[in-house]
């Protein structure tokens, strides 16, 4: 689940939020058609978790469901499909009334039962056998709805109870931008053209290209350097709210060839459990499309690398303290001989909301 928004092109100090209007702002967000046509025409999404519920049938059948921040209710219906006898479909946001009507276009209004509300505010008449949830957000950790699975599953989720999916893994590695490189050469070309030297707008574009903010692009096959580096894993079924405050690891990896790295890049896979083959949604450069798409993490000059030139370093994702519903990223990272250098990266807060 993530949302849209735009870059913002200057760094200034953000009031901190408080924490209720943060949720209003969050929950208002979903209350748009955009966001929810963006999740469901996502395939590989949509699919992987109609897959993902479909193979633990035997888990769910007879069940009684949780579905938290339930949307348009589309995995609740998966689960009463899978033969769930209660699904509680919980979504805060005014998207809900849409969630009930389409229950009963699908005449499910006797297993599935929409509350609008926070999760943090419900009370339900049983405990859980099944909590579905699709809570990811950009650099997977984006919106910190991953909260309120945590608090349902401490709260509503029986011993021994399901969680899907149950896994979430964090990757990184180094990529090369042509398009941020051909931008950047750009201004070397404008006098060939026009016969004014424009080559020192070079170093004013790099900074304003190369920046602090965490950019949402996809990011291709050819651009990636290395194999990817594992640096965190989360097991739904123990994380802690304390551990979610700082998700750090540490990644150490080998280029490929003879390049220049422009940035970083994160993403992030979900692993839903099966009797035979796990079954798991990727974000990754090296895997179909989603619209997660990749988190861009870009270094404040490129550098020149060659063929097994090494990359270490540490990486940590930690709430802001403006919102804590965004995500910030640390690196610190050594590239071949070079110092070690860091960097700190944050969402922009301004919102696109396309109508």
């Not at 424009?198 to 692009?217: E, G, L, Q, Y």
């Not at 499309?289 to 861009?296: D, F, I, L, P």
Request: aromatic share 8%; with cysteine.
């Amino acid at each position: 689940m993530a949302n849209l928004w735009k870059m913002s092109q200057h760094g200034t100090k953000k009031r901190k939020l408080d924490r209720s209007t943060e949720d209003y702002v969050y929950f208002d967000s979903y209350s748009d058609v955009t966001i929810h046509e963006e999740m469901i025409a996502d395939t590989v999404r949509t699919n992987t978790y109609r897959m993902g519920i479909l193979k633990n049938s035997k888990s769910i059948e007879g069940k009684v469901v949780l579905d938290v921040g339930a949307g348009t209710g589309v995995l609740s219906l998966f689960c009463a499909q899978a033969g769930a006898r209660k699904v509680y479909a919980v979504e805060a946001s005014s998207i809900a009334d849409q969630a009930v009507r389409i229950v009963k276009l699908n005449q499910m209004e006797d297993t599935i039962e929409v509350i609008k509300a926070a999760l943090e505010t419900i009370e339900l008449a049983e405990q859980v056998d099944v909590i579905v949830s699709e809570w990811m957000g950009y650099a997977l950790l984006h919106e910190s709805m991953l909260n309120s699975v945590i608090f349902a599953r401490d709260k509503w989720l029986k011993p021994g109870g399901l969680i899907l999916p149950s896994r979430a893994d964090l990757y990184i590695a180094p990529i090369n931008d042509l398009v941020v490189e051909g931008r950047l050469n750009f201004w070397s070309t404008v006098k060939a053209q026009y016969g004014v030297d424009m080559s020192c707008m070079t170093d004013f574009a790099r900074k304003c290209i190369m920046n602090k903010d965490i950019t949402v692009n996809p990011v291709t096959v050819e651009d990636v350097l290395s194999h990817p580096c594992k640096f965190a894993e989360l097991d739904l079924n123990t994380v802690t709210l304390e551990q979610l405050r700082d998700v750090r690891g540490v990644f150490s990896c080998r280029c490929f060839g003879s390049s220049s790295i422009h940035a970083f890049c994160v993403w992030f896979t979900v692993t839903f459990p099966a009797d035979e083959k796990a079954l798991v949604l990727s974000t990754s450069p090296f895997k179909p499309e989603t619209h997660w798409k990749q988190a861009v993490l870009y270094l404040d000059d490129a550098v020149d690398v060659m063929q097994d030139t090494k990359v270490e370093g540490e990486i940590s994702l930690y709430p802001s303290e403006e919102n804590s519903r965004h995500i910030c990223i640390r690196v610190d990272y050594v590239i071949g001989e070079q110092k070690k250098l860091s960097k700190n990266f944050s969402i922009p807060d301004q919102y696109l909301e396309v109508k």
